[in-house]
């Protein structure tokens, strides 16, 4: 009876395992399917797991895995993955450059110096951003930054059509 459990057991993990697997690779070729460069904060992911607090919840994300799928579809697309050092990308406000202190806990940005109001995550992510088309970071693709488009636009913020690539050969 035992070792029938441990076995229904190791099957089920398995299972998830799979699940997870599958999960992570088709919302990476999504992502990647879906915009014409990605960037993303350069977290060091071993070090966030000592934080006993976070260990498990990055770890049941998957979320080097899930980077690695990114990277591998960003480069089988031809699609730029930009990682960008995460160093004050929530502090530093995303319109005038001013550094805001604040604490976790606070979820807002607000500027004291021109007055922007964001939500501390997509004050980070303009950041993110902007530092990534500037090419502090290359991954997958380009070490330089990602050019603007004919319109002036940022080619990160244009999304591809619904029709796929035509592939050479």
Known sequence: ???????????????????????????????????DVIAYEALQIRHLVKNRH?????????????????????????????GVEPAFT?????RCGQRVK??????THLCPGCGLLLD??????????QKALQGTVGQTGTDE????????QPAATRRRSATPRKQAG
């Open 90 to 94: 929530t502090q530093d406000c995303s």
């Open 120 to 129: 501390r995550d997509h004050n980070a992510a303009l950041n993110i951003l």
């Open 1 to 35: 009876n035992r070792r029938k459990a441990r076995q229904a057991l190791s099957k089920a993990y398995l299972k998830v395992q799979r699940q997870r697997e599958d999960f992570a690779r088709k919302q990476a070729n999504a992502l990647v399917s879906s915009h």
């Open 54 to 82: 976070l260990a498990k919840s990055i770890a049941d994300a998957a979320w080097g895995r899930f980077l690695w799928w990114v990277r591998y579809y960003g480069t089988l697309h031809q699609v730029p993955v930009i």
């Open 102 to 107: 604040k604490s976790l806990s606070v979820r």
């Open 145 to 152: 930054g990602v050019s603007s488009n004919a319109s002036g």
